[in-house]
């Protein structure tokens, strides 16, 4: 049997108080944040309880799929890999172990549904340079986001908020489908990011049946230059302001699991907005390891790899 290393890709996250400045200092290119900054991050991580609850979630999301490909395959033995972006361990150690292993291939994946020239193609230009390097073949998956298994895992994930909010009450609720907002500068060689969130909310909202289904971007860098919006807090203020909706439903499916920019930038900043504005926050629940959200990706993995590799695509 052909063995591949699975190369699971993710942001990263601070292990521990310690690395918060190394951390931010990697993800602002080598640059250290002013202490006022550091201090913002830092008590956003002890708003959310210290640390982040990403790095493990990452580790288990990574063996799930692993293991789901695993029991898709005949042909290939995944051996798993995680490598990160912004802290130990790195994309780079990653290969060096794979390489080490004498693995003379990589499957990678970046655990976000959307491509971005700023985001994913980030991730994977890293992993194809460095593995080159070492003479290891790379076969990248762009994205996820429109795999049947993903769709039907968020409208499920919907549909439990929408259930909480009683029938005559679901024509003042908006639902707010939202991924990381990323520079406007990303928009002048047309990145296919923005078009990809739409289509995503456009697929779940012909699935659920509800009308008032609108796009928003969170979690926006304090870079100084503009950033795609709206923002999910603006947008919940002008959507109560100008249409009375009074329950929001947010559905940041651009990330995959609960992690800082969830626990924080929805549960707690899109809260208050909601609270200061007198109406009622919802949240769907992230997928993290479910089952099926899994293999949507699963899915995607085999059928990619298929497709760059001139092989017969699966369902
Ligand atoms: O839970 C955690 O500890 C980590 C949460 C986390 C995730 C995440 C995902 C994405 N980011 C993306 C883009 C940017 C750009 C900048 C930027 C800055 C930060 C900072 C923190 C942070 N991000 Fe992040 N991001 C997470 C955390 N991100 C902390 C620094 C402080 C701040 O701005 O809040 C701006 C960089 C710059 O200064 O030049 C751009 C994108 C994603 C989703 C895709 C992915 O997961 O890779 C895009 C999770």
Not at 31 to 39: F, L, Q, R, T, V
Not at 96 to 116: M, W
Not at 276 to 291: F, H, I, T
Request: hydrophobic share 30%; aromatic share 10%; net charge negative.
């Amino acid at each position: 049997m052909k063995r591949v290393a699975l190369l699971c890709m993710s942001y990263g996250t601070p292990y521990k108080e310690e690395d918060i400045l190394p951390y931010y200092t990697h993800i602002r290119h080598g640059h250290e944040p002013s202490h006022e900054a550091y201090i913002d991050l830092k008590d956003r991580y002890e708003y959310i309880g210290g640390v982040s609850p990403l790095a493990t979630t990452t580790e288990k999301q990574a063996e799930t799929l692993c293991h789901t490909l695993n029991s898709m395959t005949n042909d290939i033995s995944y051996e798993l890999y995680i490598g990160l972006k912004h802290i130990h361990p790195f994309i780079e150690d990653a290969i060096d172990d794979i390489s080490a292993e004498g693995i003379d291939e990589i499957v990678s994946v970046v655990l976000t549904p959307h491509y971005s020239s700023f985001s994913v193609e980030m991730y994977n230009q890293r992993a194809s340079q460095y593995a080159n390097e070492k003479n290891i073949k790379v076969t990248t998956l762009d994205q996820f986001y429109k795999e049947e298994k993903f769709i039907q895992y968020w409208v499920d994930s919907v549909n439990t908020q929408l259930n909480l909010i009683p029938e005559e009450a679901h024509q003042k609720t908006a639902i707010i489908v939202s991924a990381h907002s990323l520079p406007e500068k990303i928009l002048e060689h047309n990145d296919p990011y923005p078009s990809q969130l739409e289509e995503t909310a456009q697929l779940i909202q012909s699935r659920i049946g509800h009308n008032h289904v609108f796009n928003g971007w969170q979690s926006e860098g304090n870079t100084g230059e503009p950033w795609i919006g709206p923002d999910v807090q603006d947008l919940t203020q002008t959507l109560h302001e100008q249409y009375d909706y009074q329950n929001f439903i947010y559905v940041p499916l651009g990330f995959t699991c609960e992690h800082l920019e969830v626990l924080y930038d929805n549960d707690y900043e899109c809260k208050k907005v909601c609270d200061d504005l007198g109406c009622n926050y919802y949240r769907a629940e992230m997928p993290g390891s479910n089952q099926l959200f899994i293999e949507s990706i699963a899915n995607a993995v085999i059928n990619n790899y298929k497709e760059k590799n001139h092989l017969t695509a699966v369902n």
